[in-house]
C-alpha cells in the first residue's frame, strides 16, 4: 500500500448524503484510477485521471464525481444519485497513463456503508 | 472488448504442497497481464506482471506466473504454500487501448491448510 493513503477507512453514509473519499499519492504518478468492489466480483473502474484538471468516466461513473485539483489529490464524491453505493473503494496510481507495462499501486481502500 | 476469467471461486492446499491459481484471458493485441493478491480489508498488493520475452514470470513471495499465448493462459504458481499465502487473488489486463485501465477477474480465495 506504500505511498498511496486513502481516508477514512470506514465511512457511513445517510440516504441522500453525499460523501467525499479521500486519496492522496506521494509516489509522484501521473495517472491515478479509482475502482468499486463488490462481494465476488472484481474491481470496476469508476474515474480515472492520467493529469492535473483532466479526468474520464469508467465504466460505472454514474452517481460518482471526482477531481484532480493536483497530482497528488484524486478524491471521489459519492452523490445520493448513486443508488446502491456500499462497497469497497480502492484508489490506485501509476507513473504513466500511456504505459502499457507500467504497475498500478493501491491504496488501502476506504470501506463504505450506507444506512 | 478485452476479458479475464478466474473459474475458480476457491483453491483448497496443504501447506507444503504446490499451489496453481488459473486465469484465462481475451484481448486483442499484445496482452500485459497482472496478478495481486487481496488480504482482509486491505487494498491490492502487486505480485508480478507479464509484458514480454520469457513466459516464466518470477515476482513476490515466491509466486511465479506462466504465460501460454496459445492457451491464453496465465497461471499463479507456487512449489511451496504457506498458511500466510491465504488470501484473495486476483489476475487483470490492462486495457491497450487509450485509458489504460486494468480489467480483473472475479478473483479467487486461496485457503492453505496447515
Known amino acids: 500500500d506504500g505511498g498511496i493513503t486513502q481516508s477514512p477507512k470506514y465511512l457511513f453514509r445517510k440516504e441522500g448524503q453525499n460523501v467525499t473519499l479521500s486519496c492522496e499519492q506521494n509516489?509522484?504518478?501521473?495517472?491515478m484510477y479509482w475502482y468499486r468492489q463488490d462481494p465476488g466480483q472484481g474491481l470496476r473502474l469508476i474515474y480515472y485521471s492520467q493529469i492535473v484538471n483532466d479526468f474520464q468516466k469508467g465504466d460505472i461513473a454514474e452517481g460518482y464525481s471526482v477531481s484532480r485539483e493536483k497530482k497528488e489529490s484524486f478524491p471521489l464524491t459519492v452523490t445520493s444519485a448513486q443508488k446502491n453505493p456500499t462497497a469497497f473503494y480502492l484508489c490506485?496510481?501509476?507513473?504513466?497513463?500511456?504505459?502499457?507495462?507500467?504497475?498500478?499501486?493501491f491504496g488501502p481502500g476506504t470501506r463504505l456503508t450506507v444506512l | 472488448a478485452q476479458s479475464v476469467a478466474q473459474p475458480e471461486d476457491q483453491v483448497n492446499v496443504a501447506e507444503g504442497n504446490p499451489l496453481t491459481v488459473k486465469c484465462t484471458y481475451s484481448?486483442?493485441?499484445?496482452?500485459?497481464l497482472f496478478w495481486y493478491v487481496q488480504y482482509p480489508n486491505r487494498g491490492l498488493q502487486f505480485l508480478l506482471k507479464?509484458?514480454?520475452?520469457?513466459?516464466l514470470v518470477k515476482g513476490s513471495y515466491g509466486f511465479e506466473a506462466e504465460f501460454n499465448k496459445s492457451q491464453t493462459s496465465f497461471h499463479l504458481k507456487k512449489p511451496s504454500a504457506l498458511v500466510s499465502d491465504s488470501a484473495l487473488y486476483f489476475c487483470a489486463v490492462r486495457d491497450n487501448k487509450g485509458r489504460r485501465a486494468l480489467t480483473f477477474g472475479s478473483g479467487t480465495r486461496l485457503q492453505v491448510q496447515p
Open positions: 507479464y509484458i514480454t520475452g520469457d513466459n
Open positions: 484481448v486483442s493485441g499484445n496482452p500485459y
Open positions: 509516489l509522484n504518478h501521473d495517472a
Open positions: 490506485a496510481s501509476s507513473i504513466r497513463l500511456a504505459g502499457e507495462s507500467d504497475t498500478q499501486y
